[in-house]
């Protein structure tokens, strides 16, 4: 029993002795935020969804007055390039990648952050005699990345202190 307590606590304490905490809710340095365009794609309406309970998003009737920060998505593409192919000429693996091409700004057209772009891609290989169960990962794996963007946007408002 003794040596059981002795191998739960030594983990524990190691984990707790090199600064690892789970991570909580975010904190912003603003309090209402605007997100354009309104609705917008798929990332800009996941992140009207994970921002939080402490920051109020925006609707399109609001006045963009009322909004401390403004969050511009300039551009979001999904782009799927074939990376390989066998000897027959039948592609083999391919590329998938998101791009979100974004800006932050205050309703005053002060920039916080310039033109900024987020890239994330990921391989996955093809077989023609799976294309149902493919398509599936495929999806499953572009909702992953939009996932992922939405973590590193939120993460980088979080930092933004306002002027």
Request: aromatic fraction near 6%; charge should be positive.
């Amino acid at each position: 029993m003794q040596r059981r307590a002795l191998f739960l606590t030594v983990p524990m304490a190691w984990l707790a002795g090199c600064g690892f905490k789970l991570r909580g809710s975010q904190s912003y340095g603003f309090k209402s935020l605007a997100v354009l365009p309104n609705p917008g794609g798929a990332v800009a309406a996941e992140l009207r969804r994970a921002v939080g309970a402490e920051v109020r998003v925006l609707d399109a009737t609001t006045p963009m007055t009322e909004a401390q920060l403004v969050l511009d998505i300039i551009d979001e593409q999904r782009e799927k390039v074939a990376v390989g192919v066998s000897s027959a000429g039948q592609v083999r693996e391919f590329n998938l990648r998101i791009r979100v091409r974004y800006k932050l700004r205050t309703p005053q057209d002060v920039e916080l952050l310039h033109a900024t772009e987020l890239v994330l891609q990921r391989g996955f290989s093809f077989n023609e005699s799976a294309v149902l169960a493919k398509e599936a990962e495929e999806a499953l794996l572009y909702k992953d990345m939009q996932a992922d963007i939405v973590q590193q946007l939120l993460r980088r408002l979080a930092a933004v202190k306002l002027p």
